[in-house]
């Protein structure tokens, strides 16, 4: 017999003593019950057969609804049935007949396919019906479950890299898409939790220079009905099934069990490689989408109290998926901490980067900055340790919020992708037709760290800069489409940004046009250089070192195929944009004036007058108010001052020149000279296809020489203040 003393502080379903402690949110519920599954194949064609026994939890405090129930082994499946009202005009959606999985689950038996008895209201084969009329049919033969677990794992002696902020680049990468196609990877571990921690993936970020891998969405997935309608998966993940649970989907283990400590094996074996692993995690939404979507979870515990409803019943819904967690709810700040804390300490990731974060921060007033959620994270001795990282924004009222998150977190900085891509894209565009290019102040501003939009109390590594995304163009498809080619996902073309911020450079997607093929080679280097030389938190997209396309699809969220998949067939040009991703994040690592933790003074640091930053104009004078200001503005050189206290206010030669070229045609530049610098020597040319070697770089240049640089291109210049001797 089940007994009311459960732990009631540790939510969900814990072994203990050969049974389990059992506690669950229900605060508008009038009964829960604990329900022991087992289901076997019924054969073809029919549903699984179930056998289920079901258990009171008879204790309820605050409404939790809990209890200790014996005889419970790891490795059960189970889910939980509620009764109380179905009144949808007063958000309350209780069904006893729909099979619920725990919002705490540790470990989820998938796949989940939907089904129209999944749903509590009652619907069709296409799975649209009535919101509002109750469905009778039993949902426990399709249901996703939980599992009693998980395992014991060794850690062995696993410790966190603990990369410093200000030298971490982060990798943006889908765990099935980097590895699907990696001939190294064995196949049956390619596109999984295994593939991603196997030697050949490990080495090409090593090799590549990643400190820090950001996976999209691994916990547990569940399709919308409007992409099962479709016949289309959620590739990408952002539809959330369960918070705790790794998504078995991505894992070469079949046992639910084995999938979680497949996880925290690829964990381990990155961690011992020096990589970190952060998480995006989706907590503004569920998969449970819209009062027309299905009853999984959360609709079914509490629908009135995880979603953010209106006094009708109808969500209120900033997040454009369906729904939106209500984070004015303690018990939804509960969950999220909890979560978070539970992937920290259990499974040993390092950060999270926080989907459409705005919505996790809105109180009653809207977005606030002191809301309770940001207050506990940044508070909590666990999550506010950890890397956090906020996507600023969601679609809600007033929802672009980038530069107002609270320290810790850093921000996905937009106003840096914008700014790079208005330059070397839209902006080149117009010039090649003989309009304004729109000047350089806005450039120089992001290559600066973004001052103007992250507070002094905060510095540039509150800024994680980027010019693509997984959503959005890749690298390669921003240099060669002008409008995006969504077709594939089903939704007429509406899906998906029309303001790419890109350029075909003359000819719409594929050609075999030379002069085209290597403007946009030239403009994919000038991007990853303004985005790997700038100030702030760099962030590549998988693939894009590579040249990825996704054949002009700037949305393929819904596409688990080659069109996301990173192709690993090289083609030369593909090797020279990896030699050169390489060349710059090398660069990066080797002089830290690239890798500044507080703003440029911008004024002088020694006793010759120079500056830690110096912005100067292709005649060698510093830029002057009417040069910022001119949008036919075209040549800057940024002048990085690496500083000694050596008590003259000597600079070391780790000191660079940045020469960014925006012109159609070459440009004679001066390179500053005394007091800056007596010579320079070319570190990178964005004009060459390939990295020269250091050997092969030329002969240095005196201080104040005049150079040609090449049309739309950037330079990298070591300088030195003393001439050689000898």
Avoid at 566 to 588: I, M, Y
Avoid at 658 to 680: C, I, T
């Amino acid at each position: 017999m089940p007994t009311p003393h459960a732990r009631l502080h540790r939510l969900g379903v814990h072994p203990r003593g050969g049974g389990v402690d059992v506690a669950v949110v229900a605060l508008h519920a009038e009964a829960v019950e604990l329900c022991l599954v087992d289901r076997s194949d019924a054969g073809p064609g029919a549903p699984p057969a179930v056998t289920e026994r079901r258990v009171s939890l008879t204790g309820t405090t605050h409404g939790v609804w809990h209890a200790f129930v014996p005889d419970v082994p790891v490795g059960t499946r189970y889910g939980l049935r509620v009764h109380g009202r179905w009144e949808p005009a007063r958000g309350h959606r209780h069904n006893p007949a729909k099979l619920l999985l725990d919002p705490y689950a540790r470990v989820v038996d998938g796949p989940l396919r939907l089904v129209p008895e999944l749903f509590g209201h009652t619907v069709g084969a296409t799975l649209e019906g009535e919101p509002d009329v109750a469905d009778p049919r039993d949902s426990a033969p399709y249901a996703p479950l939980g599992v009693v677990g998980p395992n014991p794992f060794d850690w062995g002696g696993d410790a966190p890299p603990g990369v410093p902020w200000a030298d971490t680049v982060v990798y943006e990468a889908h765990v099935r898409g980097l590895t699907r196609l990696l001939p190294g990877v064995p196949e049956h571990l390619r596109g999984t939790y295994a593939g991603l921690a196997h030697p050949a993936t490990v080495e090409h970020l090593r090799s590549l220079g990643v400190t820090t891998l950001e996976l999209l969405p691994v916990h547990a997935i569940g399709d919308e009905p409007q992409l099962a309608r479709r016949g289309l998966p959620n590739y990408w993940g952002y539809s959330t099934l369960g918070f705790f649970a790794p998504h078995p989907g991505y894992a070469a283990a079949k046992d639910p069990l084995d999938v979680v400590d497949e996880f925290k094996g690829m964990v381990r074996l990155l961690h011992e490689a020096g990589i970190e692993v952060v998480l995006d995690v989706v907590y503004n939404h569920t998969c449970e989408a819209g009062n027309d979507g299905p009853s999984l979870s959360f609709r079914g515990l509490d629908h009135a109290t995880y979603y953010r409803l209106d006094g009708h019943g109808a969500h209120v819904d900033t997040t454009g998926c369906g729904n939106s967690l209500d984070f004015r709810e303690p018990r939804v700040v509960q969950l999220t901490l909890d979560s978070l804390r539970y992937w920290l300490q259990e499974m040993h990731v390092d950060g999270f980067r926080f989907d459409l974060a705005t919505t996790l921060a809105r109180g009653r007033e809207g977005y606030d900055p002191d809301h309770p959620f940001l207050v506990a994270a940044r508070a909590d001795p666990v999550v506010g340790a950890a890397k956090l990282i906020a996507e600023p924004w969601d679609v809600g009222p007033h929802g672009w919020r980038t530069g107002q998150f609270p320290p810790p977190f850093a921000e996905w900085n937009d106003r840096f992708r914008d700014s790079v891509r208005d330059f070397w894209l839209t902006g080149g565009r117009r010039v090649a037709q003989g309009q304004s290019g729109g000047g350089v102040r806005d450039l120089a501003t992001r290559l600066a760290g973004s001052a103007d939009v992250f507070s002094a109390g905060r510095g540039p590594l509150a800024s994680l800069n980027f010019v693509t995304a997984h959503d959005g163009f890749t690298l390669h498809d921003a240099t060669a489409y002008d409008v995006k080619h969504n077709l594939g996902n089903g939704e007429d073309d509406r899906d998906g940004a029309s303001d790419n911020r890109s350029w075909n450079h003359g000819v719409e997607g594929a050609t075999d046009d030379p002069a085209v093929l290597a403007a946009r080679r030239r403009a994919a280097r000038n991007l990853l250089g303004t985005l790997l030389l700038a100030t702030g938190v760099p962030m590549i997209v998988a693939g894009d070192e590579l040249g990825r396309t996704q054949g002009g699809n700037n949305n393929p969220y819904c596409q688990d195929n080659e069109i996301s998949w990173v192709d690993w067939r090289l083609a030369g040009w593909q090797e020279d944009l990896l030699a050169t991703t390489r060349h710059l994040l090398a660069l990066r690592r080797e002089y830290p004036v690239l890798r500044q933790d507080r703003f440029f003074a911008g004024r002088p640091v020694h006793a010759w007058g120079t500056k830690d930053l110096a912005w100067f104009a292709a005649d060698g004078t510093e830029m002057e108010h009417e040069r910022w200001h001119d949008p036919d503005q075209r040549v800057l050189l940024m002048y990085l001052h690496a500083v000694v206290p050596d008590g003259f206010g000597e600079h070391t030669d780790g000191s660079l020149l940045v020469v960014v070229q925006g012109a159609p045609e070459p440009v004679d530049v001066v390179l500053p000279g005394r007091p800056w610098a007596r010579r320079y020597r070319l570190l990178w040319d964005s004009a060459t296809e390939r990295p020269q070697p250091a050997a092969e770089q030329g002969a240095e240049v005196l201080g104040g020489s005049t150079v040609t640089v090449g049309a739309s291109s950037m330079r990298v210049y070591a300088s030195h203040r003393h001439l050689r001797q000898g």
